[in-house]
Nanobody, 124 residues
Framework: QVQLVESGGGLVQAGGSLRLSCAAS????????MGWFRQPPGKEREFVAV????????LYADSVQGRFTLSRDNAKNTVYLQMNSLEPEDTDVYYC?????????????????WGQGTQVTVSS
């Protein structure tokens, strides 16, 4: 069982930055691929980014490529999503997730554990 706790959300003006953190409880954290999703009200969860267990490989959604950076610190059991040049369209609840499976990293169905989410609001 893996427990994930997100933090770092909040209100920011367009063009600003936020850093989300996701702390994991698992002693085997370094074996999990970690992803971030976001969910607009009434819509399905949307893939944002994923990072390999070693941190050497990342994949981003086209909508955040070049603005968001995903990293991890396995010694601290934590992943970080640095979000720069934020736009009002980035306003959503952001979820951290963990997976073991190597396939379909952009599908929320392939993730086994989820955090409770953190709200990000970008004002225009």
């Amino acid at each position: 069982q893996v427990q994930l706790v997100e933090s770092g959300g909040g209100l920011v003006q367009a063009g600003g930055s936020l850093r989300l953190s996701c702390a994991a409880s698992a002693r085997t954290f370094s074996t999990y691929r970690m992803g971030w999703f976001r969910q607009p009200p009434g819509k399905e969860r949307e893939f944002v980014a994923v990072i390999s267990w070693s941190g050497t490989s990342t994949l981003y959604a086209d909508s955040v490529q070049g603005r968001f950076t995903l990293s991890r610190d396995n010694a601290k059991n934590t992943v970080y999503l640095q979000m720069n040049s934020l736009e009002p369209e980035d306003t959503d609840v952001y979820y951290c997730a963990a997976r073991n499976r190597p396939i379909a990293p952009m599908s929320p169905l392939t993730y086994d554990y989820w955090g409770q989410g953190t709200q990000v609001t970008v004002s225009s």
